[in-house]
């Protein structure tokens, strides 16, 4: 079964305190990751599109990294501004849907 | 450019009751998805639409659910009648095709009581 494993589920930094979010998954066949962030009463807002164990994007203070088993969020120097929850989804190649993860809500402290 | 616009925001409304969602998508984008989300379960895939053409609606809960596509611009998800294990945000969302990123509307937040 496609499955889609975030950690942790919550984390609170301090401000300027870098991290990073782990998403770990289990397809038939990738064909995208994907990297959301989600505020408090709103939709996802799509931040990265992953395709390939190695490639890296980055925006920002955000570098969305991949290999063939999972996906790591890395955040360098947060700010306040950047406190969401952030979520993870795959694509299975056999498959038009996405799978999403259930979060990890960042808070970053002043 | 206007993203992806969902109505209303918040629904309250009681048991038995009939609810309609409705949701425009950003123009030009040709496949269109409707999500719960709620703490437990977080994002669930409900039904989603390839040129206004219904293609996978295996996470549809029951039979009360049912979703229209009738163009390119407009889509419903009705609940009728609706239970209190309905109550959930409820996110519309569009893409320029089914192999990529999916834009999200503000989503509408339901409440039955």
């Known amino acids: 079964e496609d499955q889609v494993t975030q950690s942790p589920e919550a984390l609170r930094l301090q401000e300027g305190e870098s991290s990073s979010l782990n998403c770990s998954y289990t397809v038939s066949g990738l064909r995208g990751l994907f990297w959301y962030r989600q505020d408090p009463g709103k939709g996802p807002e799509f931040l990265f599109t992953l395709y390939s164990a190695g490639e890296e994007k980055e925006k920002e203070r955000l570098k969305a990294t991949l290999t063939k088993k999972e996906s790591f969020l890395h955040i360098t120097a947060p700010k306040p501004e950047d406190s969401a929850t952030y979520l993870c989804a795959v694509r299975p190649n056999r498959d038009d849907k996405i799978i999403f993860g259930k979060g990890t809500r960042l808070h970053i402290l002043p | 450019d206007a993203g992806v616009i969902q109505s209303p925001r918040h629904e309250v409304t009681e048991m038995g009751q009939e609810v309609t969602l409705r949701c425009k998508p950003i123009s030009g984008h040709n496949s269109l998805f409707w999500y719960r989300q709620t703490m437990m379960r977080g994002l669930e895939l409900l039904i989603y639409?390839?040129?206004?053409?219904?293609?996978?609606d295996s996470g549809m809960p029951e039979d009360r659910f049912s979703a229209k596509m009738p163009n390119a611009s407009f889509s419903t998800l009705k609940i009728q009648p609706s239970e209190p294990r309905d109550s959930a945000v409820y996110f519309c969302?569009?893409?320029?095709?089914?192999?990529?990123?999916?834009?999200f509307g503000p989503g509408t937040r339901l409440t039955v009581t």
């Open positions: 969302a569009s893409s320029p095709g089914t192999y990529y990123e999916q834009y």
């Open positions: 639409f390839n040129n206004n053409v219904p293609i996978d």
